[in-house]
């Protein structure tokens, strides 16, 4: 039988996009963030750089979209991004305001700013080379205290619940979300007023990643079936530089260490970005991860070196004190030579299709964070523009909740049905289907795509969807079987809009049509339309 929670709010996800919303709004309503895990596991935990903003008298909002523009290679939304980076500088405050202890210098104790590949100026804050650990440990901190905020650990949302699934007349909206209790396996009921998906990406769906194990697409795979729009999910951004170890998995290696002086070098010592683009180093992230990867590819080697060691040593330990420590733990010391570092999915910069309020198709659904697509990032992400998008967007979300009249109602939430199914005795279906998944998409859906490729990996998805859902129809829901049901959706969305790209743009290269159209236009993808 399930237990039935009943808020105003409820948010799927305790990230930067997830809190923000949740402490704008709590002096105003009740309040319930829902996370997989525990409530500091996430991508805001992981990310070093910064936030990107216009902070300094050098720079200019123009610039600043100009650069984001540039980097998504002329397929962001012109107003969407100015929206954003005209409210940058107030973001930054209200985290300041939260207590984020952004990194400063100097006697006159300014904030450092640094530059990122993309950017023409220095307009990166931080905090030393841990900003999304710094943002999440402020905001955890700040909402725990809050008496309007209940948090709700170890439940993996299963679905969204909206009146047309209810059966109810009228316009559809959420009202509410079935989530599993990984505690005692019950399936718990979530009612709320409004519903926010700030569930992160999706770069699970690879099989080298640098996000966290809860990175499994949750929140677009779950808008998508409750009938909300997805957009630009060929475009995956491959980070290019996480250390390559065997035992660090795939530790990520600040774009900021690049700003300050990296260099990317051959096996043999040969530096080699500039064959590529005249920005070298610094140029977007998906030049320089398709530069990686021709050269690994070209020389069959397994990943290439990143130097900064012509550095002194106390500017690498100060600048970089988490990188540092984090790559001698496993035997690099990289203020003494170069460090092994290889491409590994990073950011999904396709989503669920909002507005500027974070609005999806749905009444009364919000999608922030690395699940929504607000249309700022086009083809490629330009560097720290995510966690900026988290906080935009997410005070804008509410604002506009804020503003509505909502009506209180007693619709009614059937439990969970379980009556029609049993406890899995084949387990090994979700593991196989898991690894191939990971797989076929790093092989045939990575880097560089053709044709060919995609198709094959079509008919792949095609296999494991029908799969799945046999599986799922029948069996008990499981942490593992929901996060499979989810990146199948994902890995589905991103081959049929891949498939239907025919150009090479930003993060999406094809060697059937290695040249970019004169014009482009989003992909968007719509329920029960394909």
């Known amino acids: 039988m399930s237990r039935h929670y009943k808020h105003d709010i409820v948010i799927i996800g305790a ?6 919303l949740a402490l704008e709004l709590a002096d105003q309503y009740r309040v319930a963030v829902l996370t997989k895990a525990d409530i500091r596991e996430g991508s805001t935990l992981y990310a070093q750089g910064g936030v990107a903003a216009v902070l300094s008298d050098k720079d200019t909002i123009d610039s600043h979209i ?60 931080h905090s030393a080379d841990a900003t999304g650990l710094a943002i999440s440990k402020t905001l955890i901190k700040n909402a725990s205290n809050h008496p309007n905020i209940d948090f709700f650990p170890d439940r993996v949302a299963i679905d ?41 990406g ?3 769906v690879y099989l080298y990643t640098s996000n966290p194990d809860t990175a499994s697409g949750d929140g ?47 096996p043999d010592g040969t530096r080699f970005m500039s064959k590529f683009d005249k920005r070298e180093e610094l140029a977007p992230r998906d030049i320089v991860a398709r530069a990686i990867d021709h050269e690994m590819k070209r020389l069959g080697i397994h990943h290439v070196l990143l130097d900064i060691s012509h550095k002194d040593p106390e500017f690498i330990k100060e600048h970089f004190p988490t990188i540092y420590k984090r790559c001698l733990e496993f035997g690099h010391d990289m203020t003494k030579g170069p460090i092994p570092v290889v491409p590994a999915a990073h950011y999904t910069c396709g989503g669920v299709v909002v507005d500027k309020h974070s609005a999806t198709d749905i009444d009364n659904l919000y999608a922030i964070g690395e699940t ?25 979300a509410a604002n506009h909740i804020s503003e509505m009249v909502v009506l209180t109602d007693d619709i009614t939430i059937p439990d969970w049905d379980e009556s029609k199914v049993t406890n899995s005795d084949e387990d090994v279906v979700i593991t196989h289907n898991w690894q191939e998944l990971r797989r076929f998409m790093w092989d045939y859906v990575g880097i560089v795509r053709t044709d060919k490729r995609l198709l094959r990996a079509k008919h792949r998805v095609d296999l494991l969807l029908s799969e799945i859902q046999e599986f799922y129809a029948n069996y008990k829901v499981s942490n593992d079987l929901l996060e499979l049901r989810n990146l199948a959706v994902v890995a589905d969305l991103i081959i049929r809009s891949a498939m239907s790209r025919k150009e090479s743009r930003g993060l999406h290269f094809t060697l059937d049509y290695p040249n970019k159209l004169d014009t482009s236009s989003p992909t968007i993808l719509t329920p029960n339309k394909h």
């Open 15 to 20: 990230g930067a996009a997830g809190l923000t």
């Open 66 to 125: 100009s650069d984001t523009i540039d980097a998504g290679v002329d397929l962001g939304d012109p107003d969407a991004i100015r929206f954003t980076v005209e409210h940058s500088k107030e973001s930054i405050d209200w985290l300041i305001a939260q207590g984020v202890p952004f990194t400063r210098y100097g006697e006159s104790e300014e904030y450092h700013l640094t530059k990122e590949g993309g950017h023409s100026h220095r307009r990166i804050i």
């Open 160 to 200: 969204i619940v909206t009146t047309k699934k209810l059966g109810i007349s009228g316009p559809n909206r959420a009202v509410g979300v079935y989530a599993l209790n990984l505690d005692d396996d019950v399936i718990d009921v979530f009612h709320g007023r409004f519903i926010s998906l700030a569930c992160g």
């Open 202 to 204: 999706s770069s699970k």
């Open 220 to 266: 677009i795979a779950m808008a998508w079936r409750a009938g909300c729009r997805v957009a630009n999910m060929e475009f995956n951004q491959f980070h290019p530089t996480c250390l390559y170890d065997a035992k660090a998995k795939t530790f990520l290696i600040s774009e900021a260490v690049r700003g300050e002086g990296g260099k990317l070098l051959l």
């Open 372 to 396: 929504a697509y607000t249309g700022l990032h086009g083809a490629n992400r330009l560097a720290s523009n995510s966690l900026l998008e988290c906080i935009v967007f997410a005070r804008s």
